[in-house]
T-cell receptor, first 112, second 115 residues
Framework: GNSVTQMEGPVTLSEEAFLTINCTYTATGYPSLFWYVQYPGEGLQLLLKATKADDKGSNKGFEATYRKETTSFHLEKGSVQVSDSAVYFCALSNTGGFKTIFGAGTRLFVKA | ETGVTQSPTHLIKTRGQQVTLRCSSQSGHNTVSWYQQALGQGPQFIFQYYREEENGRGNFPPRFSGLQFPNYSSELNVNALELDDSALYLC??????????????FGEGSWLTVV
């Protein structure tokens, strides 16, 4: 079945450091891929998405590229801020929009 | 702001009781999904409703049931509550179409504690 695996956290970085959170997936067909962010005490917010191979999703300085050959969708940001501290979830949804499958989440702490 | 609202935000129930959680979809969205997020884990799909009918279900027992109303709002009902049902319950709405995977928009969730 479909599944998402993302790197375990927590990840602790200093402000302005480079961020990479790895995500790989297993899926039949051609899923859409997503990154969601969850700030403390809140629900999930869509951060970015990509719907086909080689697409790059980007938002708020975060980027991720849909790599079909490596079945990956790694999240990157060139310079993190304290306000980026949150839990990040990689997710996929198969063609047709049926249920979204989430990874276990990666907690990011950014120190000033 | 996603336009998806859930109520109540927090509640405490006793084991064996029943609970109803409510969700109002984003305007124009015809599909609603419910997810359970246990502490420290990713959301797990419970079920999805489209046009007032269940359109798919995850690995949850029948005591988890739902409804979708003509205005696309929804309820999640859980009977015979167990301690392991303690979690954040997330509602998500989307617009069902024939294209690629839909983006879903989450509410802020209902925190359920079973004691």
């Amino acid at each position: 079945g479909n599944s998402v695996t993302q790197m375990e956290g927590p990840v602790t970085l200093s402000e302005e450091a480079f961020l990479t959170i790895n995500c790989t997936y297993t899926a039949t067909g051609y899923p859409s891929l997503f990154w969601y962010v969850q700030y403390p005490g809140e629900g999930l917010q869509l951060l970015l998405k990509a719907t086909k191979a080689d697409d790059k999703g980007s938002n708020k300085g975060f980027e991720a590229t849909y790599r079909k050959e490596t079945t990956s969708f790694h999240l990157e940001k060139g310079s993190v801020q304290v306000s980026d501290s949150a839990v990040y979830f990689c997710a996929l949804s198969n063609t047709g929009g049926f249920k979204t499958i989430f990874g276990a989440g990666t907690r990011l702490f950014v120190k000033a | 702001e996603t336009g998806v609202t859930q109520s109540p935000t927090h509640l405490i129930k006793t084991r064996g009781q029943q609970v109803t959680l409510r969700c109002s979809s984003q305007s124009g969205h015809n599909t609603v999904s419910w997810y359970q997020q246990a502490l420290g884990q990713g959301p797990q799909f419970i079920f999805q409703y489209y046009r007032e009918e269940e359109n798919g279900r995850g690995n949850f027992p029948p005591r988890f049931s739902g409804l979708q109303f003509p205005n696309y709002s929804s309820e999640l009902n859980v009977n015979a509550l167990e301690l392991d049902d303690s979690a954040l319950y997330l509602c998500a709405s989307s617009l069902k179409d024939s294209g690629k995977g839909n983006t879903i928009y989450f509410g802020e969730g209902s925190w359920l504690t079973v004691v």
